[in-house]
Structures are given as structure tokens and as C-alpha cells.
């Protein structure tokens, strides 16, 4: 049995016990066996190992979790961006358009982007990623996406219904009845969750509640867009159905805060459905970002993702939705940190990632930095030193 220590750290986060809401450790190292973290402790007394990283000082933190992500598509959007850096507003049509050319594109061509996409997140230290379909909308495209997104993710999401098809534009309820069954029973086999895009223009709230039960009734959890383009019933919906997480949250009511935040777990530690807020899409939307502030001070779990999509959000980089959250959502650099670690693990009901605990899956990242802050203070800067992924130096 092969063993790896990480030492001679000089800022650990740890997510669990340690200084501060991080858990920070100082002057700590990891030990590393068979794809899990077995100790931690002060880099002084660390044991015996058959490898070593020297983090040289360096802060180390979780892999990046990034709970929310569209890497299955074709072709690209960027005159859409340029036509809204003029001024147009975004209203999430244009998803017919990468609708088109996925469902032309070869399996390859999609496997090719998926891993393109994949690694480009690794290199900046998400060692975690949900993978969603949707851009496929028919039931063989459906399939093939999410055969081809667990190829490279065992978090993978059912999205069937992103928007209604233009070729079902005027029978809204049969593309749901499609949605409920024959494309449910081929994308299931392939898919851990399901999710809707509950928005004016997509899904309403009574077709929302009728695919996502289809889904728990066919075994997979919930999670859900909401709230994103304007108020609505979405995030109340995602509560009402145990949804593990409710994203985009940028227009909530106080009811919606209410109904999150009594989600609560008894023991204190956070809400059982994850508001994901997502500032890489208000970033390429030029859209309000969500309100982080309003739902952290109500004791809501909060978590970071990038929404990669070729739409509106075409970012892989976690960093940079760390650093956005701290700019423009009112979040410390620490909770930032958090959300973008254990409270993506939180969205997807996982506590053997987002954290450097014994136990835990090893994934970890070196900085080229001494402290957490700089994801924050130093904002495109590429940071990511060294990824370790299960274990194993990337």
C-alpha cells in the first residue's frame, strides 16, 4: 500500500476542525493512502510515507467542487455575448441555438468538448464537477449526452427539461409527457439527479413539479434552476421536493429565504437544500448578482459553482467565481472558499469531498500562494500549483 505525504503547508484548510470557519491548520501536512486523507497533523511529527509533496509553504486547500456545469453541447455563442456587451438582455433563448448544433454533432465531437471542458476545470483545481444534459432534447440525445458526461463524472444530471423544443413549441404538455417517460427511462441509467429549468419562457411551475417527480420516482434526486431571470415559485417548489440544491437564486423574496432557511438541519450544521449561486452567469449576462449576504445572515447554505455553458456563463474557473463572490456578492474570502468547497459537496449530499479530514477523499490543492485570501485578492491570476485528485498528483 503506497502512502504520499504533503508537508512542510502553511496554510491547511481543512474545512472541519481548525482556526476559524475554514479550519485552518498552520505549518500542517496530510498523509495520503489509497485515495484518502489518513492523517493530518503538524508537519513536524508527520509519519513515514513512500512519496512526498513539498507544498514549500504554500497554502492547500479541498478540491474545488463544482456542483453546477453544461458540458455536453456543440459549438460556441460568442456573438450572442458580443450582442449583449451591446447592450441586448439575456432571456435564455439562445439555448436553442447550441440545442441545434449538439443534436448535429458526432458522439466524439461531445466527448471532445466534455474533456476539453473537464480538464480546463482540473487545471484550476475543481477535482469534483456535476455534469448536466439539455442540450440534446430529444430522447436519444438526451441519452447520449449523459452516457458521454459519465465518462468523465459520476455526478451527472438529467436536464431534458432546459427548454421546450422548437418542434414542440405549441404542445408544451406533450414534450412534458416525453420528458416524464420515454426520455426519463433511456436518460436514468446514466443520471444521479434531475433538474428543470423553472423559469418564464422554459417550465412552469406545475410541469416542474410533475418531471421532478417523475424523477424521485424513478430514483434520482432533485435539484433545480430557479429564480434566475425573475421571482417565481422555483425555489419554494426545490424546498417543497427535498431538492438537494436550488440555483441561480438571484431574484428571492423574503419567503423564499424563509422557506430555505427552514430547511435547517438540527444540529446546526447549515440548511439541507444549498442555494447555488452562480456569478459567473451575472458576470456574462450583465445581469443583478444574487444577494449571498441576505442568504448567509438567514443561516442558508450557500455554494459556488461556474455554470459552464457556452451561453451564458463560459467559464471553467472556480477561482474566478471565488473572487466574484467576494467582489460583488458580499461574501468573505472564507466563506467564498467554503462555498466553493464544502458548500458544493453540501449540493450534491456528498461529505467525503470539500474537505481535508481523515476519511475523506483526497483531493487536494497546492496554491502558488500563502494564504486562501489570494483566490480573492489576486483575481486571474493563475494560482493553482499542483492539483491531487484521489490521491494522485495530476
Known sequence: MSSLLVGNIGELVTNGVGEGPLGIRRNAAVLIEEGRVVWVGPSAYAP????????????????????????????????????????????GGGIRTTVGATRAATDEELRVTVRRLRGE?????????????????????EARSLRIAAESSTETTFLGAHVVPAEYADRPD???????????????????????????????????????????AAGLGVRLHANQLGPGPGVQLGVELDAASVDHCTHLSDADVAALADTAHSDGSGTRTVATLLPGAEFSTRSPYPDARRLLDAGVTVALATDCNPG???????????????????????????AATAGGARALRRDDIGVLTPGARADLVVLDAPSHLHLAYRPGVPLIRQVIRNGVPQ
Open 48 to 91: 513515514a510515507a513512500d512519496h512526498h509533496v513539498d507544498a514549500g509553504g504554500a497554502a492547500v486547500l479541498p478540491g474545488f467542487v463544482d456542483s453546477h456545469a453544461h458540458l455536453v453541447f456543440a459549438g460556441d455563442r460568442a456573438v450572442e455575448f458580443a450582442a449583449r456587451m451591446a447592450g441586448q438582455p439575456y432571456t
Open 121 to 141: 476545470a482540473l487545471r484550476q483545481g475543481t477535482t469534483t464537477m456535476e455534469i448536466k444534459s439539455g442540450y440534446g432534447l430529444t430522447v436519444a440525445d
Open 174 to 216: 406533450d414534450y412534458v409527457g416525453l420528458v416524464c417517460g420515454p426520455m426519463l427511462a433511456a436518460a436514468a441509467p446514466y443520471a444521479k439527479w434531475i433538474d428543470v429549468f423553472c423559469e418564464r419562457g422554459a417550465f412552469d411551475v406545475d410541469h416542474a413539479r410533475a418531471i421532478l417527480a417523475c424523477g424521485q
Open 312 to 338: 451564458s456563463s463560459y467559464t471553467s474557473s472556480m477561482p474566478f467565481c471565488v473572487a466574484l463572490a467576494v467582489r460583488e456578492m458580499r461574501m468573505t474570502p472564507a466563506e467564498a472558499v467554503w
